[in-house]
């Protein structure tokens, strides 16, 4: 289940104006406490750090068309370095059901269409058609930062009737998805993956600069926050939420969670509209923030 965010915003607050870490700032001038963060696109906080300023030197620069500009490699090598040395073949999709201006909460990627042409392939990846690109989108395990790189087990029931959990399982999964975490509506991911898989598609180079910096700083904040910084808000948020490191999957039964999301709303707190893809502790975020969460349920 989910609903639409941005026009349940809109319709409480007006238009959304400025955000900022883990803030937006409406035109009616109240300020919500973002916990969905784009589905994790916003995961280092809305001001994008350096991420955004190389985005902007590199489209100063005015190369903005399909031209190889060694950014690709760039990329590739970044998000090489915050995974296991067996995943040496780095790609990125559009997801054809959302095209490049898809949402960025549909986290569920289908097969995209191979871009036309020829593309500035990385790490010498073998042209493929639709079916082995579907078969990369469809077997890719999603990774969240702070969480092991791993597949996961069969699901655990709880107390809950209506909830299982699903923990880590013991092995590596043959590609991984992997959202950019830069504030940036695209329905891009980026698949890593241990053997040959078709090439990617063709991104402007903005983009791509601005992606590998960001998976550089993602991986700074992987060194710099952790635990200690997390079980903070473990207190208010265990009534309503299975907490993994930052990660929060509702322990609310799915046919409610709609109201819980729009009350949580009401209150000031934008929490994930959808059911499937969890809320995120924004770390930066103050204890009376995170406490309104508990005052929704």
């Known amino acids: 289940m989910s609903f639409e965010l941005a026009a349940e915003i809109k319709k409480r607050y007006g238009n959304v ?3 900022r870490g883990c803030y937006l700032y409406t035109e009616k001038g109240v300020r ?21 300023t190389v985005f902007k030197d590199t489209l100063e620069r005015g190369a903005t068309g399909a031209y190889c500009g060694g950014y690709e490699s760039r990329l590739a090598t970044a998000v090489r370095h915050l995974l296991p040395g067996e995943y040496t073949e780095i790609r990125w999709y559009y997801d054809a059901a959302n095209g490049a201006t898809g949402s960025a ?11 036309a042409g020829e593309t500035c392939a990385v790490s010498g990846g073998v042209a493929g058609g639709e079916g082995s690109r579907a078969a990369c989108v469809r077997d890719a395990v999603l ?10 087990s069969t699901p655990k029931p ?20 992997l959202v950019p975490p830069y504030p940036w509506a695209t ?7 241990c053997a040959e898989i078709p090439p990617s598609d063709v991104v402007p180079a903005p983009l791509l600069a601005a992606y590998a910096r960001a998976f550089y700083d993602l991986k700074t904040s992987l060194g710099t926050f952790g635990e200690n910084d997390f079980k903070q808000f473990s207190k208010q948020l265990s009534p309503l939420f299975d907490r993994r490191a930052c990660w929060l999957f509702p322990k609310i039964p799915r046919d409610s969670y709609d109201d819980f999301a729009k009350r949580c709303l009401d209150a000031g707190i934008v929490v994930s509209p959808h059911y499937d893809v969890p809320s995120i502790i924004p770390w930066r975020a103050n204890k009376g923030d995170i406490k309104r969460i508990a005052d929704c349920i």
Not at 164 to 174: C, Q
């Open 187 to 193: 329905s891009l991911c980026i698949y890593a993956s």
């Open 32 to 52: 919500l406490t973002d916990c969905y963060l784009d589905g994790g696109r916003a995961l280092l906080g809305w001001d994008g750090g350096k991420a955004r």
């Open 158 to 177: 709880t107390r809950y009737p209506d909830i299982t959990i699903v923990h880590p399982g013991t092995e590596r999964p043959a590609v991984i998805k």
């Open 105 to 115: 909460g549909d986290l569920a990627l289908g097969a995209g269409d191979s871009a």
């Open 143 to 152: 990774w969240r930062p702070w969480l092991d790189i791993c597949a996961e």
């Open 17 to 19: 104006r400025r955000a």
